[in-house]
């Protein structure tokens, strides 16, 4: 089981690190849903020594978090060393720490906010995260995310089905699931929202092609092994047009977003 969780850390690590060049250019989603995550910070009456940017790929919300808290010293914390290289932030700033998300090399309590924007998703063990999130948050600190549910790329997932049984498409938690967690992880919940967010294509392969560049590749554990036919390929992209009456390609992603607080 060791095994199995280590290589699934290298996949997301391997994956994040080759999509870091072009990230920022194709990361139009991430930005928009970290810019409505920032705002729910406007609700919180507190003033951080530290704040951890869980998950900070190339430090887009980081500086956002900087300019809200200029007093504040961050940590911005990746999977990816590639990622943490294209942040644009100097050392006095921010401390930049490569780590894996359920084993946080940090001290107990020596957090006061954290702040992760579309990154939890990827994380084998959700409730291993939650846990070390809450070890490394002072009493009455406060979690706020986001990250992508259950019904996220559903008409892929749908034209997929047309074609095979295999899991061609990540699968996450539901909003439901993601509650449960957070609180069994001791953490009371004061904010949950969630909504389908819907992008549109010219066509299949350019869903595809920005999912790749994204980083967002199948990182399940019972994925197809082999390279996707061009006869299942085509099948799939006619199963996903067919289902496109106005000929765009549409793309849902099931966004959450949650603030809560450590139960002291």
Not at 118 to 139: I, M
Not at 238 to 253: H, K, V
Request: glycine letters at 8%; a neutral charge; charged letters at 20%.
């Amino acid at each position: 089981m060791i095994a199995v969780s280590r290589h699934y850390k290298q996949r997301v690590s391997r994956s994040f690190g080759r999509a870091a060049h072009g990230y920022d250019g194709v990361a139009a989603l991430q930005r928009e849903v970290g810019d409505a995550l920032l705002l729910g910070l406007d609700g919180l009456d507190i003033q951080p020594a530290r704040v951890l940017d869980l998950g900070s790929g190339t430090g887009y919300c980081t500086s956002r978090l900087i300019q809200y808290f200029p007093d504040a010293q961050l940590i911005a914390l990746d999977i990816a060393r590639e990622m943490l290289s294209f942040m644009r932030l100097s050392t006095a700033q921010c401390q930049s720490v490569c780590a894996d998300a359920e084993a946080l090399p940090l001290a107990e309590g020596c957090v006061d906010l954290t702040v992760s924007n579309l990154a939890l998703q990827w994380c084998r063990e959700p409730a291993t995260a939650f846990a070390g999130l809450a070890r490394v948050l002072s009493g009455g600190g406060y979690l706020v995310f986001s990250t992508l549910g259950r019904d996220t790329l559903a008409e892929l997932k749908h034209a997929w089905r047309q074609v095979d049984d295999k899991q061609h498409v990540n699968s996450f938690l539901s909003f439901a699931e993601w509650n449960a967690l957070l609180q069994a992880a001791g953490f009371e919940v004061m904010m949950s929202h969630s909504e389908v967010i819907s992008l549109f294509y010219a066509d299949v392969y350019g869903l595809m092609r920005e999912l790749k560049m994204l980083g967002a590749r199948n990182q399940a554990e019972d994925r197809p092994r082999y390279l996707t036919g061009r006869r299942a390929m085509a099948r799939m992209i006619s199963a996903y047009q067919a289902a496109m009456p106005d000929q765009r390609i549409r793309a849902g992603f099931d966004v959450i977003q949650m603030v809560a607080r450590k139960i002291v």
